[in-house]
């Protein structure tokens, strides 16, 4: 009788663990995931350039600052991705959470120790498709992958339907840099941009990236809609509230 009363017990407590709750997630203001074109149209010196305005947009002052002051203490979890063709994906720095300067200075500092993954084709709908399960990671917040390039998609998935396929999902937003003229832009607006708030800037060349790198993360800690300056930052807004979250099941 008693082993049978201990198995009972056993049994309840093995059907208790099963119907648990999963651990809770870190609540943080942004879940972003940075997905960088290293395609062949890429070459040494634009791949460095872009690598190095990741590196220097989260060793500025403005970013370490909106991530300290305008987050509410929770601040964001970030992801480094490379991409190519439609097989070729990598998520060279895992997803960290930052909170501070020495945060943003350590994510910095393992982005600029990473090597190039890929030199191949250009495959944006693959890479979005790539990072939406990697959103299963132990934070909560307003998911956004950000996708930054040089040309259009000429393989692997299509790139709208993955877009639209992230959106209809968990994936709050889409963003995208596009490196190169007006019809980029429009090719981004029209196939990659998506969800809300949701935006493309444009730069002509590889030159003019770490700038507009800088802007953009600080959109997306803001959630702004618009371009704005990143002396919000100076402003120190701690607490400040009105970020969307969508909560994840």
């Known amino acids: 009788m008693k082993k ?3 198995a ?14 999963a651990a809770n997630a870190t609540d943080v203001a942004l879940e972003l995931a940075l997905l960088i074109d290293v395609s062949g149209s890429v070459d040494a010196s634009e791949y460095n350039l872009q690598k190095g305005g990741y590196v220097s ?13 305008f987050t509410g203490g929770k601040g964001i979890a970030v992801t480094y ?20 300067a020495a945060d943003a200075n350590a994510f910095a500092a393992a982005i600029n ?24 990671n132990g934070f909560d917040g307003r998911s956004v992958i ?22 209809a999902g968990d994936i709050d937003a889409i963003n995208g840099l ?19 708030p949701s935006f493309v800037i444009g730069v002509s060349n590889f030159a003019d990236f770490a700038g507009a790198v800088e802007t953009k993360i600080g959109r997306e800690i803001t959630g702004a809609p618009e371009p704005g300056s990143l ?4 402003l120190a807004l701690a607490g400040v509230a009105g970020l969307r979250r969508k909560q994840r099941s």
């Not at 190519?84 to 960290?96: C, D, K, M, R, Y």
């Not at 950000?146 to 959106?167: Q, Y």
């Open 178 to 196: 596009a490196i190169g003229g007006a019809g980029l832009v429009a090719w981004y607006n029209a196939n990659i941009k998506g969800g809300s």
């Open 113 to 136: 120790g990473t090597s190039r993954a890929f030199s191949g084709l250009t495959a944006p709908g693959s890479a979005i498709n790539f990072a939406v399960p990697l959103f299963n």
């Open 57 to 69: 947009a989260f060793q500025s002052a403005g970013i370490q600052n909106l991530i300290e002051n």
């Open 231 to 234: 002396a919000l930052a100076g």
């Open 81 to 100: 991705i490379e991409w190519s063709s439609a097989t070729e994906q990598s998520q060279l720095v895992g997803w960290q959470h930052l909170q501070t």
């Open 8 to 21: 009972l017990a056993v049994a309840a407590v093995a059907v208790s663990a099963a119907y648990m709750p």
């Open 146 to 167: 950000d996708v930054s390039g040089d040309g259009e998609e000429n393989d692997g998935a299509n790139t709208a339907t993955a877009r639209n396929n992230a959106i």
């Open 4 to 6: 049978f009363s201990k």
